[in-house]
């Protein structure tokens, strides 16, 4: 088990170590041989399990539970969003959130996109909305000739959400109560969870650790991708586009 242990470290997933090693080594091993070897290993005392998304913790559904946020005025629902962002045909259709440190303090912006899983985040000292406009901006500067369209829950961070829409594109949000409809950030919030647990003081993690993190979520292989990362599929998207990525 070497080469699973070796994965393991890197915090890839059962799922995703099956399908690496299927892929790269031709060697077949299923991803519930692979959760029985890690469960073994902390039957042992041992710290593989540390490595997993949720370290081992039992997953709780969110439901249609009430969000208490309320709506924005003016806002454009996600039933007005076109239908390129659900094929997740092309780059450039977003999704925006915040992840929330130990005592609502800190708040990380988390940024990515539904067709490559690419993802940006940022620190902000609050979810103040001018705050966090002036944030989400530097972030998308980076890939400004790319971004058609972004998507968020009807959070108060996002207020200030009609500057976005003049000055970049188009701004949607979930239905009212639904704050899981941005899906694709729901599910990357989950992994960058993996490596700032709930009640983590975003105070002491710096803007390089940030980085770091966001390099190392984009470098990781996804089932969804066959077993290759976002920053491949970004490159594969945009191709044969006449204007170059700025990192």
Not at 142 to 147: A, G, H, Q, S, T
Not at 186 to 205: A, H, I, M, S, W
């Amino acid at each position: 088990m070497t080469e699973v242990e070796k994965l393991i470290v890197k915090d890839l997933s059962p799922e995703q170590i099956s399908g690496v090693l299927q892929k790269e080594k031709n060697l077949t091993i299923s991803h519930e041989r692979i959760y029985q070897y890690i469960w073994e290993d902390k039957r042992e005392k041992g710290s593989l399990h540390l490595h997993l998304r949720r370290k081992g913790r039992k997953y709780r559904k969110r439901g249609r539970q009430k969000d208490s946020r309320g709506v924005l005025v003016g806002r454009v629902g996600i039933e007005h969003r076109p239908k390129e962002p659900e094929t997740r045909s092309e780059f450039g259709h977003l999704e925006i959130d915040t992840i929330i440190g130990k005592n609502q303090k800190g708040p990380i912006i988390t940024l990515n996109d539904r067709a490559c899983g690419m993802l940006w985040m940022r620190k902000v000292k609050s979810r103040d909305a001018e705050l966090v406009r002036v944030k989400t901006c530097e972030m998308l500067d980076e890939i400004r000739p790319y971004i058609k369209s972004i998507t968020a829950d009807n959070g108060k961070e996002f207020a200030e959400y009609q500057y976005i829409t003049d000055e970049y594109c188009n701004y949607y949000f979930a239905t009212p109560y639904s704050p899981w409809e941005p899906g694709s950030n729901e599910n990357l919030n989950g992994l960058v969870r993996q490596y700032l647990p709930k009640r983590t003081d975003f105070n002491t993690v710096s803007e390089e650790r940030i980085i770091e993190i966001q390099n190392k979520l984009n470098s990781r292989p996804r089932r969804r991708y066959n077993f290759e990362s976002p920053i491949v599929q970004m490159e594969k998207l945009l191709f044969n586009s006449e204007v170059a990525f700025v990192s």
